[in-house]
C-alpha cells in the first residue's frame, strides 16, 4: 500500500503563501492519480485539486483556481499544493489522496489518505 504523509501547513495571513507538500512511501506515485481535499471545522471535507499520472491533466475547484496550483515530482514521490493569495476561507485541515487512476474530485475513488496538515489563514 501507499502511504501518505503531508507537510507545509502553518499560520499565514491573508495574502500570503504557503507549500504543502506530500511524501509517499510504499510504492512509487509515477503511475498513481494524486489530489488535495480540506475540511474546515463543522463542515464535510471538500474537494480542492487532482493531477494525473501525468502533468498535463489537472483539476481545481473553482474557488482555489488561478491562486492554487498542484504539481508533482515523480523522482521524489511528491506531490506539492502550492498556495497564492490565501484567503480565510481556505482554513482547513488539508489531505493528500492517492489513486490508481485518475480520480479527479470524487473522494470515494482515493484509496490512500494522509493524516492531514493544518493550514489556517488570518484576515
Known amino acids: 500500500q501507499v502511504q501518505l504523509v503531508e507537510s507545509g501547513g502553518g499560520l499565514v495571513q491573508a495574502g500570503g503563501s504557503l507549500r504543502l507538500s506530500c511524501a509517499a512511501s510504499?510504492?512509487?506515485?509515477?503511475?498513481?492519480?494524486m489530489g488535495w481535499f480540506r475540511q474546515a471545522p463543522g463542515k464535510e471535507r471538500e474537494f480542492v485539486a487532482a493531477i494525473g499520472w501525468s502533468v498535463s491533466l489537472t483539476y481545481y475547484v473553482d474557488s482555489v483556481k488561478g491562486r492554487f496550483t498542484i504539481s508533482r515530482d515523480n523522482a521524489k514521490n511528491t506531490v506539492l499544493l502550492q498556495m497564492n493569495s490565501l484567503k480565510p476561507e481556505d482554513t482547513a485541515v488539508y489531505y493528500c489522496?492517492?489513486?490508481?487512476?485518475?480520480?479527479?474530485?470524487?473522494?470515494?475513488?482515493?484509496?490512500?489518505w494522509g493524516q492531514g496538515t493544518q493550514v489556517t489563514v488570518s484576515s
Open positions: 489522496a492517492a489513486a490508481v487512476a485518475y480520480a479527479g474530485s470524487d473522494p470515494r475513488k482515493y484509496a490512500y
Open positions: 510504499g510504492r512509487t506515485l509515477s503511475r498513481t492519480s
